[in-house]
Nanobody, 122 residues
Framework: QVQLVESGGGLVQTGGSLRLSCAAS????????MGWFRQAPGKEREFVAA????????YYADSVKGRFTISRDNLKNTMYLQMNSLRPEDTAVYYC???????????????WGQGTQVTVSS
């Protein structure tokens, strides 16, 4: 099991940037595939991005490709989501999650953080 805590959310204007962090407890962080998800009010939770255990592979939802960058620092047990060119439709609670395999990278995550709110004003 890995415990996850997100931070870095806030209020930003359209076109602005934010960097989210996901801090993991335990000494096995580097064994997990990590992902970011988001949930807007009244909508289902959706996949945003994922990164492999070593950080060598990444995968993005089409809606954020070219604007968001996922990364990780296994020495710091932390994953990041750099969000640029933010749009009002990016407004959501953002969650980090962990799983043990790269297959079906958009689903079947077993460990979740509590979420951090991102609000993009128009």
């Amino acid at each position: 099991q890995v415990q996850l805590v997100e931070s870095g959310g806030g209020l930003v204007q359209t076109g602005g940037s934010l960097r989210l962090s996901c801090a993991a407890s335990g000494r096995t962080f580097s064994r997990y595939v990590m992902g970011w998800f988001r949930q807007a009010p009244g909508k289902e939770r959706e996949f945003v991005a994922a990164i492999s255990e070593s950080g060598g592979s990444t995968y993005y939802a089409d809606s954020v490709k070219g604007r968001f960058t996922i990364s990780r620092d296994n020495l710091k047990n932390t994953m990041y989501l750099q969000m640029n060119s933010l749009r009002p439709e990016d407004t959501a609670v953002y969650y980090c999650a962990a799983k043990t395999t790269w297959s079906d990278v958009m689903v079947r995550y077993g460990n979740w953080g509590q979420g951090t709110q991102v609000t993009v004003s128009s």
